[in-house]
Structure formats: structure tokens, C-alpha cells
């Protein structure tokens, strides 16, 4: 259970305390304690997890509604997954705040934790993000007033809800790509002996919307359609191995429209696909009034497993997909669990728990460039630097947490804050100052904000090998005023490009640059490194103060974008434009 307190208090603010003395609490944030009682488990005595996503719901649309000062409604989720389940007589506590507000639309972190009240001990559930769109008033649409993050937790998701945003809008159109091509490699349909046939499975129920259902402007609850379709789903499960299953996840979802009081809500669900320990539930909500059309409302897809008396999951039986539309839902559900898992493995673990350099492909491309982005933001949000020492107005501070030592190289320069993007970008022109740098090649764009580089680097010792990185350069312009310029970089590995003889194969874990515009004329750069056993060779005598290597270097960075401030080939590398990259940098404008 220690594992499970450190967890809760990473999630959570140490206390802020105030210039009047008073502690600091974030005026968006609305907490919600429930005790389970009988009436909202099933028949094991564990919390349902559609009452659980009701009750998510309800708190943040409250906080969206503090912060916007009007209703609100459920836009998207992302992705869900349920560490623990909670049983009947323990307490539920949720915490709902506002991470970061754009035009009409607000980011809100969501964070579940149970109470056992006769042993004191708590522990977190999981957490999520959801996204709410304020409603039009009489005066218009509503103009979003901005967060100000006041803690280093609130600058973390601060920042990074930017990131979670642009990659909520490229979403769908990727994971379609990703489907498409991925699909086209399964082949067919694998057959089973004794498989359960997929309609055996499906499962259709209509409810009706009537006001306990809806909000005070009519509109059904979000959560409460969220808790119908896991009433379906669960059922479908259910039919496939004939015993209570337990929801481990829900797959990032888009409301994709509204529904009101006096609608008839039609639910489907079928289990797409069943897998060794776990199996995906496809389901989907449609409206209807009257005798018009049905409306699409929301599709989800749900993994569930089977728990035995151990608490150990159990082999489940194969499914039999029905022809056609059966064998594409299965071979799909075959491709989402591989960008499941991707997902789950680069993003939602720890920083310290992912290895130094992850396989790159085209399936993971969006989640390794989040992470890459993420890791960097995180990094920048810390206040905890030491200061270790200054010279030719280049700073180098350093900071040690968790065993890992970090550092960052900190100066302003006299060149606008775009153009200084644009050099820094190109990581070919890094060499013209850095001679670390010795030689440096685009393997690959994979889009117009992602480059794969292999960059070689000298000896440090005389006779010795040199290393070479293989790098995922990410950058990032910003969303708003208060977002610097990014460009992130890590390890990846690639298969056709693999360790040499003539070079020892170093490894970034997190490193990039931030850029921030101080005025039109004056920008702040900050470079960061994460410094792992290949890097700090290269870093521990400017560390120590016995040389000044790295300020040479920056100092000769200073004087080489001021030498190509007004060159127009400063141009980051020839881009493979991407229409969904495009589309997404215009929307955050």
C-alpha cells in the first residue's frame, strides 16, 4: 500500500500558501465525496463503473461551470483506465479543476481516489481529462477568461493540456490512418475451435431522457450516457465468458451531439474481439425523437476483464466475428489493442519508468511525440533549480531529484523569438556552434513538427570511440501567448539504422530547448538535459566549474543567431506537409 500513497501525493499540490497566510486553494477546483452504499454496486459489491463516471462527470461539469460562469457541456474524454475497483462502505472522493481554458473550450483534470475509513488508508483510482464547451448565452458565444496556474503542479497542466489538446485534434483522423494501414497487414480472420459467435454477444436497450437525467438547460448529462453505455457493454461482456466482468478502460470518445429531455436513446454493443486475459466491448448511443432519423450521439470501446478469487485475470474464451462488418470490427480491435498498448506504455507511465530509447514507428509516432513534448514541459515547469554557477552571461544550473541529475543553460539573445525557433529547429546548423556536433542527418520526416536525426559526436578521450544518437527532434510553436517555442528531443531506435562498430550508441532520455519572447527584439533561450551516463562525460567539468565548455558553446550559439537573424534559409528541414498537422496549428490560433 506505500506504492499507493506515493502515487496519491504525485498527483496532488503540497500546500500553497499565500503572501496574506491564508493556504492556497485553485478557485476552479470542486471536490466530491460519495460512501458506496448497496444501491450503487452490483451484485459483487463493487462501485459500478457507470455510477462512477456519473459521478466524474458531475464534478467536472461543476468546476467547468465555476471557471466559465455558465453551463457547460461534456465534449470528449480521453482515455480512462480503472487501477482498482471499489467495493460497498468505502469512500469515494473526486477532485475536479480546471487545467487551462482556450476560446470556447476548457481542459479539466479529473482525480479519484478511494477511503477505507477503518484502516485510514486511501488510495488513487484513476484520473482523467475531459474537455467542456461552455453553451452560448443571450450575448453570444462565450469568450473563455485564461487560467493562471499558481503552483508548479498547476504549470505542469498548464502546459501540457496544450499538448493533450493538439493531439485530441489530430486524433480520430490518425488512429483511422493507423487502422487502415494496419488492418491491411492482418490478413484474414483466425479460427477457433469452441469460439462463442459474436451475435450471441449483442445487446440493444432504449432508455428514455426524462429530467433527472438532464441538466437545468435540458441537456442529458454526459455521464449518465457514459453510465448507460457501460450498462450495455457490461452485459455483452458478460455473454462472452458468463460471469461478472470488470471495466479496466474506455478508449478516448468525442460527444458528437447533444441530447435532450423527452429523447429515446437507443444503446448497442457487441464484443468486438477477445484476446488471453481481455476483450473489447464496441458500443454506441443513438437519439431519436417522434419518427425522426436516429442521431449519432457517442461511440466507445471498452476493455474488460475477468477477475478470478485471487483477483488474477482469466483466460478468456475466443469470439467468432460475425461476416463483413464482424471481421473488420475484429481485425480493427486487433490493431487498437497494439496503439492501445502503445499509448498506455509511452504515455501513462512514469517518466522513470520508461526506457531510455523506444522503438519508433508510424503507430506510436503521435504518442512518442506527446511524450517527447511532455517530458520537456516538465521538466521547464520544475522551481527547483540551484544556480551553479554564471560566466560570459551564459547560466548553468543543475538539479538532482530521484537520482537523476539534470541541467539547464539558460541566456537571452538579441534575435526575434521565431527566427531563433527556426536555426535552433534545423538541428543540421547545430554543428556551426556546438562541437559536440560532428556530423548530423534527417533519417526521416514524419511530419512538418517530427524529424528523425542521426547526429555523431566525437571522443572525449584521445583513441576513443565516438557516439551517435538516433533523435526525435519535436517542436512545437506556441498556442498562446503564455507558451514558449519547443523543440524537444529523445532516443528512438530503428531497425534500419542499428548500433555500428565505429561508434559507441549514446541515449537522450529528455533534452530540447525552450523559447521564449521577452520582447520583438530580445529572447530568453533555455536549453535542458535529463543526463544520462552517455551525456554527462560531456558535461561534468562545467558542472564541477572546472571548465567552460558548455559556455564557449552557448556563447558561440549567441553569436551565431545573431550572425543569421535576418537570413531567410533559416527554414526548419524540408517538410513532408502534413494537412492534419496544418489543420490542427490553425485551430489552436
Request: charge should be neutral.
Amino acid at each position: 500500500m506505500m506504492s499507493e500513497w506515493n502515487d496519491l501525493d504525485m498527483v496532488q499540490d503540497p500546500l500553497f500558501i499565500l503572501e496574506s497566510g491564508e493556504v492556497y486553494r485553485n478557485p476552479t477546483e470542486v471536490k466530491m465525496s460519495q460512501i458506496v452504499l448497496p444501491c450503487h454496486a452490483n451484485h459483487c459489491g463493487e462501485l459500478s463503473a457507470g455510477q462512477l463516471l456519473k459521478w466524474m462527470d458531475s464534478t467536472a461539469c461543476l468546476s467547468a461551470e465555476r471557471h466559465a460562469g455558465c453551463s457547460c457541456i461534456t465534449a470528449s474524454v480521453d482515455d480512462i483506465h480503472f487501477e482498482h475497483t471499489i467495493g460497498v462502505g468505502k469512500v469515494v472522493t473526486i477532485i475536479a479543476k480546471v487545467n487551462r481554458a482556450f476560446t470556447s473550450s476548457m481542459e479539466v483534470g479529473i482525480l479519484v481516489t478511494c477511503e477505507d475509513l477503518y484502516t485510514d488508508r486511501q488510495w488513487k483510482v484513476c484520473h482523467a481529462f475531459a474537455t467542456f464547451v461552455a453553451r452560448r448565452t443571450e450575448a453570444g458565444k462565450v469568450q473563455l477568461k485564461q487560467v493562471i496556474p499558481h503552483t508548479q503542479m498547476e504549470q505542469m497542466d498548464y502546459s501540457l493540456a496544450a499538448e493533450r489538446r493538439r493531439m485530441r485534434l489530430i486524433h480520430a483522423e490518425i488512429i483511422t490512418d493507423l487502422l487502415s494501414s494496419s488492418t491491411a497487414q492482418l490478413g484474414e480472420c483466425q479460427e477457433h475451435k469452441d469460439a462463442v459467435p459474436a451475435e450471441r454477444t449483442q445487446v440493444e436497450s432504449v432508455e428514455l431522457v426524462l429530467p433527472p437525467h438532464a441538466n437545468h438547460q435540458v441537456s442529458t448529462f454526459g455521464g449518465q450516457i457514459m453510465a448507460w453505455m457501460e450498462n450495455v457493454a457490461t452485459i455483452s461482456a458478460s455473454r462472452l465468458c458468463n460471469a461478472h466482468p470488470t471495466l479496466r478502460s474506455i478508449d478516448m470518445f468525442h460527444f458528437r451531439g447533444p441530447s435532450h429531455i423527452g429523447d429515446r436513446l437507443v444503446l448497442k454493443s457487441i464484443v468486438n474481439n477477445s484476446f488471453k486475459h481481455s476483450m473489447e466491448v464496441g458500443v454506441c448511443a443513438e437519439a431519436y425523437q417522434g419518427g425522426e432519423p436516429l442521431r449519432h450521439i457517442n461511440s466507445a470501446f471498452m476493455t474488460f476483464e475477468v477477475l478470478d478469487s485471487q483477483r488474477k485475470p482469466c483466460t478468456l474464451p475466443r469470439i467468432r466475428p460475425e461476416p463483413v462488418d464482424g471481421k473488420r470490427r475484429y481485425q480493427e480491435a486487433i490493431a487498437r489493442k497494439k496503439i492501445r498498448l502503445d499509448r498506455k506504455y509511452i504515455i501513462s507511465c512514469k517518466l522513470n519508468e520508461v526506457p531510455l530509447s523506444v522503438p519508433w514507428d508510424p503507430s506510436n509516432q503521435m504518442y512518442l511525440s506527446y511524450n517527447n513534448v511532455s517530458a520537456l514541459k516538465l521538466m521547464d515547469a520544475r522551481n527547483n533549480w540551484v544556480l551553479t554557477s554564471e560566466k560570459k552571461k551564459v547560466r548553468l544550473y543543475t538539479l538532482e531529484e530521484n537520482q537523476m541529475l539534470c541541467f539547464k543553460v539558460e541566456m537571452y539573445v538579441s534575435v526575434p523569438a521565431e527566427q531563433t525557433f527556426l536555426l535552433l529547429s534545423d538541428l543540421r546548423r547545430r554543428k556551426e556552434w556546438d562541437r559536440h556536433y560532428e556530423e548530423c542527418e534527417v533519417i526521416t520526416q514524419a511530419d512538418e513538427d517530427d524529424t528523425l536525426y542521426r547526429i555523431a559526436t566525437p571522443s572525449i578521450s584521445k583513441g576513443g570511440k565516438g557516439q551517435d544518437f538516433i533523435l526525435l527532434a519535436s517542436r512545437r510553436k506556441p498556442c498562446d501567448a503564455r507558451d514558449p517555442y519547443l523543440i524537444a528531443l529523445r532516443s528512438v531506435t530503428l531497425p534500419t539504422h542499428p548500433p555500428t562498430e565505429d561508434y559507441t550508441r549514446g541515449e537522450v532520455l529528455c533534452a530540447g530547448f525552450t523559447i521564449w519572447e521577452e520582447s520583438t527584439t530580445v529572447t530568453k533561450i533555455t536549453y535542458y538535459n535529463q543526463a544520462t551516463p552517455g551525456v554527462l562525460p560531456y558535461i561534468s567539468t562545467d558542472i564541477a566549474g572546472l571548465s567552460s565548455t558548455f559556455y564557449n558553446a552557448f556563447s558561440a550559439c549567441s553569436q551565431f543567431l545573431e550572425a543569421n537573424k535576418d537570413s531567410l534559409a533559416s527554414l526548419a528541414p524540408a517538410a513532408m506537409h502534413c494537412n492534419r498537422v496544418t489543420t490542427v496549428l490553425s485551430l489552436q490560433k
